[in-house]
């Protein structure tokens, strides 16, 4: 099993249907991804005991260009069966070796300083790995990976008149599904001990360079300078973000291709001033009483689903005795604003966060109304009445739809924990959400979210500041559906690919939807999808799929055509076998 970055054709591939019932009895596999800016969740009281076992996991990590090994590279393992992830470090000749595994299903990743970590089965930059499944007492050996050297991107920025620009952050930003559409987001490489960036300062000569995998790359500098014109002191100019070969629309920008290993300098470009704006309003609660003496901030966030960067204006204002604020010298772009007053005489702290665009005009009359979120009360209880283990441990989340709300300051550790006797209570939820729960175990999953007799489940329940919704009934089961199969060649071979399933209702069609979902098979051409909601689904393969590209719908809507109808009951088992064509 030798894993490295290869040439990736769009096929789509061939479907044979093949549909049986049965009870399952599996474990189910979930992942999460942190985001730097979200709050991390509570662990549970109790930890797991370590899960020991008798399988081994063992390969060699190289140079794919030299064949070399690499020393020191850093393997990761991650897995339902463990409680906890386990590194190890290749030696002096590129090998490693992970033992004591209990069985199950397991991914793992390949990292070292200068190259492009690679997953498990990974054949490009973007696309997720795919599951190793190791039976009791296996050796799986010769789990290689060849890593890639990583590109760079280098130049210099300037401003308008082809001075240099120190301290200016520049930005790798590449086209990826976030936020409801298709954008520029900034590429991001999650590590096991901190979240690494592709961005840059530019030094006092204006030179920057970036390290980057092989893809297709926008480049972006932003600068927090301003300066009163000479001519009209009360008019101020500062920079927007701007965009290589000197632009400050996305879509006039120039994208760049960077190869394995590939250098790619002379990307220079110059910042475009443009007309910094003023932003004011009246902040109220919602009591409609005008919040006095609370500051007001502003602040752009240059993020995508794996995270990025928070810059806070340097320009702030404060609100007077009846409410109002303004703030001045407010560079072009998207901002959150916040405001937040803390809690006093015996009544709970209220904000409210807004996202505005800034455009080169002042911008008036804005009305902010702060609340203290509402709550949320409920039970959590099976579907057949027996037993929840670990109850205690589970949590009630509620995941807003407004970008501008979802990393709320009135959130407090604990907010959301289930009793031991079932009950929760969910304080501070703000406008409409999607509840779900976390921490489920084994083949524990979310059945369904009952409130006034409907199922909620993939619907939001919109909750106003200081309203209570009670009487919500979060139903689990540990009788998943199961949606399985083979994915091969034309010879009957294991074949590399993927699986997409999605609704049939494209209504339906939302990111991060438990309904949307996408598998890769593992090392013997096997996958398996677990814990989709009972309905009406379609279900299609393709040769490649990027990470979260199942979300966006004009995607699904391309492969619609070509989908095979599928529907699931209730603990349901289906079989589907793809053949690759080519």
Known sequence: MRLSIGPFPSRLLTLILVATTTAIGAGSLSAQVPAPVMSQPQQPRDAAPAAKGRGTISGRVTNLATGGALRRAVIRVTSPALPSPRSVSTNSEGRYEVSELPPGEYSLKAARGGYLPLAFGQRRPG????????????????????????????????????????????????????????????????????????????????????????GEFTVMGHSRETWPLESDATQVFGYPPSFYPGVIEPSHAQRIKVGVGQEVGNVDFALVPARTSRVSGTVVNAAGTPVANEPVTLRQEIMGPDGGMVVSSTNTAQTGPDGRFSVINVQAGEYLLAVRSAAANDQPAQEARQMIQVAGVDIDGLVIVTGSGGIVRGQVASDDGTPVPGVDQLFVEARPLSWATRTSTLNTPGNGRVSADGTFELKAVTGP??????????????????????????????????????????????????????????????????????????????????????????????????????GKYLVAAVDYVQDRQWYDPEFLADLRPRAVPLTLAEAESKRIDLTVTK
């Open 433 to 534: 959400v999607l509840l779900s729960i976390r921490t489920l175990a084994g083949d524990w999953t979310m059945k369904a979210i009952e409130l006034t007799g409907r199922n909620l489940a993939d619907d939001p329940i919109d909750v106003r500041h200081g309203e209570t919704v009670a009487g919500v009934r979060v139903v689990l089961t540990n009788r998943p559906t199961q949606v399985r199969g083979a994915l091969l060649n034309e010879k009957r071979q294991p074949a590399d690919g993927a699986v997409v399933i999605f609704p049939e209702d494209s209504s339906r069609w939302r990111e991060n939807s438990r309904m949307v979902r996408s598998a890769r098979p593992n090392q013997s051409g096997e996958f398996s999808i677990k814990g989709l909601p009972a």
């Open 127 to 214: 696309e997720p790995g795919k599951p190793l499944q190791l039976a009791d007492g296996e050796a799986a050996r010769a789990v290689d990976f060849a890593l890639p050297r990583l590109g760079v991107i280098s130049g210099r920025v300037v401003d308008e008149t082809g001075e240099a620009m120190a301290k200016v952050v520049v930005f790798a930003l590449h086209l990826q599904y976030f936020q409801g559409a298709r954008k520029l987001v900034p590429f991001v490489v999650p590590e096991d001990c901190c979240w690494r960036g592709s961005h840059a300062v530019t030094d006092d000569s204006g030179e920057y360079s970036l390290v980057l995998p092989p």
